[in-house]
Structure formats: structure tokens, C-alpha cells
């Protein structure tokens, strides 16, 4: 646009700086590195970090910036690893891979050419198709290198089309796909699958359906499938776009399937306005996970203060609902059967299910402030940090923002996920 423009790098975060934009077509200039991270310092600490650097800064407004050409696409190269047999080939291709940073940590499966054009039959969709410009690192997400991953990750053909379908669904705005793939906290899709698909394809609803071992090996893959994708076409690197502070194994794989047949509610996906016939994947950008026990109650009023109790916990994320409109946290209650037959059976249903965790998972104002800049407060909530601390306040902005999944085997043993946005629901195309 012509404006003379310079960042203000953190010491450790200058790579996520080269690569936004690298990936945004940019140069690498125009930026000074500054020896603290700025997030956790007073506002007087950051103006002296800032007037220290004035020459720097003015000097980098000013010199004549040239924009570096992006190199143009070259064709694929192929790479070949030898050894004395298959395995200690396929040993050698482990390791380049993740020297390369193309694998999470786990055995890959070698990506050959056969393997990909195998994956590619269970789509009809051309493998040239362009499903979508995947954030990050703004990556062309081709059928193809969606398949590509999805060997690597242990799936099969008939897995591809619901891998394809969740890259669609966290691709939509309002999923928020470049925080949750960059923030420096533990964000991770979740996928809940609903429909005829999960039959069809093996997809563990109960006992350990977020794994490990033989009864959730689909939901495994596929998982993992969204984090390699994540990763080699949205470049969401480790150490280079992906900030986490510490990590979370959540990042492997998160893939579920409802337990229709133990709702009392009525399935997921139908509530949201697909079709009981119909397949689909709902992408949660889930922010962490809680265990939410209770062996001992019968009465759904008891069993979900267990739950208000749990959604009073993650107070951190808990502010963004006095953000501008688009910025909520939209909660994720993960009910084992046994709880929703209990809440059920008393006549309760979903809406009293939002209203009751609304009005009984409040938190104290001061609580909310702590975490809470200011300047993030839409102008509408200013008023609110007049009042006293002990002043009771919802986790959400509206009862409607939680959503209400039925999973899991026999025992009192729920979940309960804050999530970083909004879930999207995609239909799973032949």
C-alpha cells in the first residue's frame, strides 16, 4: 500500500516471522529483533524496550525496502532411500523425514506412488482439485497431497473423502485455523463424526474413542491425518509456525465418533440441521480437555453442577466472550451415556441442559479481569470492570454456545472442552 512498515520481533519468534511472510509473498526486511518477550512486561517496560531501539526503528522506516521475488514452483523431486531390506529402507526415510520436519514423531508410512494413487480411489474428485488455500502458511490443499498425507498417517482409500471434508470445514473463517495452528497455547481440531459413515467405516463411539489400540485405530489415523496436513500443506511447523509453549499430545490425533444410539437427545449432526442419512465431520478448535467424573449422582441437577464445577476451571479463555462479536468460546460437553440417560430420563433436554450450565458455571468478575487486557474489551463491556470482583459472570456469552456430544462406554465419566472458536460442519462427499 506504499506505508512504510517495520515489526517488532521477540528474541524466539522470528521464525514465525520469516515464514508468515514467506508464505504471505513478502520480503523478510523490515524488522528489528527485540531481546524479551513482550507479552508478559509492564506497558513502561515495553516503551523503554521500544524507545532502545528509535535509531533502529527509524532507520528501518526509512531505507529504500525491496521485495524479494518468491521463487517459482520447480517439479516434484524423487527421493529414493536404499538398506539392506525394506525396513532399514523404510528407517532411513523416517529419519529424513523428520529431519525434514514432514513427520509428527511417530513411524510414517512411506508416502510411494503407488500408495498415493491407491489413497487417491476413494475420492471421485480429481487430484488436481484445489479443495482449498490452507492457513497458515497459505498452502494449495490439492486432493492429492491431502492423499499424500493420509498414507502417511496409516489411513485408507475410504478414509480420504472425511480428511477432505475436515480441511474444508477448518478452512472456513470463523474456525480461526491460523490461531489455532500458530498460538503459543495447545489448540487442536477435535473431529466428532456423525452418519452412516461411522458404521461404515469402523469409527470408535464408545469405550476409548479418543483411543489408544485396535477399537479407535480409525479414528487414530484419521486424526493424525488432519496434523500432517496441518503441518506439510499448511506449514504449520513446529518451531517455525506453530508456537506452542509447551506442546499437548491432543496435537497427534483427536477423532471421535457420536454414539447415536446411546443419545437420548437425538444425533449431533441433525440438530445442527443435516439429515439423519447424511455423513458428516464437525471440526471443534478444541483448546484443552477435562475429565468431568461423577460415579455418585442420579439427578441431572447434581451431575451437571459436576460440569459447571469443571467449566469454572479453564478460566484463562474465559474472557474472550467481552471481545467483539466473532471472538466467543463456544464450549464442547463430551456426555457419556450413563450421565445422559440420568439428565434424560428426568425430561431434561438439550436447551436445559445450555441453561443450567449458563446460570451455574459463573465465575467471580475478578476472577475474569486477571487474565483480561483492557484494550481487548469491546467498547459494550467497558462498563462491567465498574463493578465489584465478587460480581457473578457467565464462562459463555449465550447458554447456546455449548454444544452437546453424546460418546463414550458404561461409568460416570464425561469431558468437558473449551475451545478456541467456532465448530464447523461439513458433509463427507463420496
Not at 524479551?36 to 525496502?65: G, H, I, N, Y
Not at 488432519?226 to 506449514?235: F, Q, S
Not at 478448535?285 to 479453564?314: H, I, K, Q, R, W
Not at 463430551?334 to 436447551?351: F, M, Q, S, V, Y
Request: charged content about 20%.
Amino acid at each position: 500500500m506504499g506505508i512504510p512498515c517495520v515489526g517488532i520481533v521477540s528474541t524466539g519468534f522470528t521464525s514465525v516471522w520469516e515464514a508468515v511472510h514467506r508464505a504471505m509473498g513478502l520480503d523478510v526486511l523490515g524488522k528489528i529483533v527485540v531481546g524479551e518477550t513482550l507479552s508478559e512486561v509492564s506497558p513502561e517496560r515495553v516503551r523503554e524496550v521500544v524507545l532502545e531501539r528509535a535509531e533502529d526503528l527509524f532507520k528501518a522506516l526509512t531505507e529504500q525496502s525491496k521485495v524479494i521475488a518468491r521463487p517459482t514452483a520447480t517439479a516434484s523431486q524423487v527421493l529414493r532411500y536404499g538398506g539392506r531390506d525394506f525396513f532399514e529402507a523404510t528407517q532411513n526415510l523416517n529419519e529424513d523425514f523428520l529431519d525434514r520436519g514432514w513427520g509428527d514423531g511417530f513411524p510414517i508410512v512411506p508416502p510411494r506412488p503407488e500408495a498415493a494413487e491407491a489413497m487417491l480411489r476413494g475420492t471421485s474428485r480429481s487430484r488436481d482439485e484445489v479443495v482449498v488455500i490452507m492457513d497458515p502458511g497459505r498452502g494449495t490443499a490439492t486432493v492429492e497431497k491431502i492423499a499424500i498425507n493420509c498414507v502417511m498417517a496409516g489411513c485408507r482409500p475410504e478414509h480420504l473423502p472425511v480428511v477432505i471434508a475436515a480441511v474444508e470445514a477448518m478452512s472456513e473463517p470463523e474456525f480461526d485455523l491460523t490461531t489455532v495452528a500458530q498460538s503459543t497455547g495447545p489448540q487442536a481440531p477435535l473431529l466428532v463424526i456423525n452418519g452412516p459413515i461411522r458404521k461404515q467405516l469402523g469409527i470408535n463411539s464408545g469405550r476409548c474413542a479418543l483411543g489408544p489400540g485396535a477399537p479407535s485405530r480409525v479414528n487414530t489415523v484419521i486424526g493424525r491425518a488432519i496434523r500432517l496436513v496441518m503441518m506439510n500443506v499448511g506449514h504449520a511447523y513446529p518451531g517455525v509456525m506453530d508456537m506452542d509453549t509447551i506442546g499437548t499430545p491432543n496435537k497427534y490425533s483427536m477423532c471421535l465418533g457420536e454414539n447415536e444410539e446411546a443419545n437420548p437427545w437425538g444425533s449431533f449432526h441433525v440438530e445442527r440441521g443435516y439429515r439423519q442419512d447424511e455423513s458428516t465431520v464437525t471440526v471443534f478448535p478444541s483448546g484443552g480437555l477435562l475429565e468431568v467424573g461423577d460415579l455418585v449422582s442420579v439427578t441431572p441437577e447434581a451431575v451437571l453442577m459436576t460440569f459447571a464445577y469443571t467449566a469454572n476451571a479453564p478460566m484463562t479463555p474465559s474472557w474472550s466472550w467481552l471481545r467483539p462479536e466473532g471472538h466467543e468460546r463456544e464450549p464442547l460437553m463430551l456426555i457419556c451415556p450413563d450421565h445422559a440417560r440420568i439428565i434424560a430420563e428426568a425430561g431434561w433436554t438439550k436447551n436445559d441442559v445450555r441453561r443450567f450450565m449458563f446460570h451455574n458455571s459463573r465465575i467471580p468478575l475478578g476472577v475474569l479481569k486477571n487474565p483480561t487486557r483492557p484494550g481487548a474489551v469491546a467498547p459494550g463491556w467497558k462498563w462491567l470492570f465498574d463493578k465489584p470482583n465478587d460480581t457473578m459472570v457467565p464462562v459463555v456469552r449465550d447458554p447456546s454456545h455449548y454444544h452437546i456430544v453424546v460418546v463414550g462406554g458404561p461409568s460416570g465419566k464425561s469431558a468437558y472442552v473449551w475451545d478456541w472458536g467456532e465448530p464447523i460442519t461439513r458433509v463427507i462427499r463420496p
